[in-house]
């Protein structure tokens, strides 16, 4: 798995390339002398810890027989005062409709952040994740 | 910080938006069902690496009152036996254009990928971060 960066703008606006040919943009904070355009790079990562998410529990209930229609994934970060700024917890609030059992649901969750997502599990074990969910 | 993802299509084609209304696509894998359009969850990741990286070294180079006119960024995953192929090893491979110092530029690489890089510092300490670099 392999991702090219290349700058676009001076001073910090990238063109993000995966092996695909799919794109998008990333960029510093404005804080820092971004221009705000794109992703900030630990949005990505918010980014990717949803995505899997949400693809996960979409496997898990489906194995489950719950019949989700259709799922939002709301990713929040919280980060700490090291020269790093690293992550100190992520929380996702998963909106499920759909004929779903809340029990199967609260269990896929958990499966899903706890063992599957490949992304949570690739993030530092001292973060806290959290998680609550809706179902309309 | 704050992502939102909403379905697209079915199966797991994702738009995901900033809070600056930046959107990109996510998918799953085409081996479980995804259409290949976008960017894959643990792609985001290492688009986040890249990004953060970048954006540290181009900071500390000029610190160090080092010329880099220019910089891309290789990054590249491998993933373990785990059921969640959490990554297990991201290595980064720098191309800087500039009048450069080699040993500051190692220098400035160490410190951004051990110091400085939100996303490697908020990743499993047991991932193994290695770079190489060329100066053009």
């Given amino acids: 798995m392999e991702i090219k960066l290349t700058r676009l703008e001076e001073p910090f606006l990238f063109n ?7 794109v ?13 355009k794109g992703f900030r790079p630990m949005e990505l990562v918010l980014a990717g810890a949803g995505g899997c998410a949400a693809i996960d529990l979409l496997l ?7 019949n989700a229609s259709d799922v939002q994934v ?9 020269p790093a700024k690293a992550f100190n917890a992520i929380s996702f609030h998963f909106s499920i409709q759909g004929e779903v059992d809340e029990n ?12 599957y997502c490949s992304v949570v599990q690739s993030l530092d074990k ?6 609550t969910y ?3």
Wanted: glycine content about 10%; proline content about 0%.
């Fill in 60 to 66: 898990i209930l489906k194995k489950q027989r719950q």
């Fill in 16 to 22: 993000v390339e995966n092996s695909n040919g799919a």
């Fill in 24 to 36: 998008l943009l990333s960029n510093a904070n404005q804080d820092i002398g971004g221009s705000g």
């Fill in 134 to 136: 809706k179902i309309n």
């Fill in 104 to 115: 199967k649901l609260g269990r896929a969750i958990s499966l899903a952040l706890e063992k």
């Fill in 74 to 82: 709301l990713v929040t970060g919280k980060r700490d005062d090291s």
């Fill in 126 to 131: 001292n973060i806290i994740i959290e998680s």
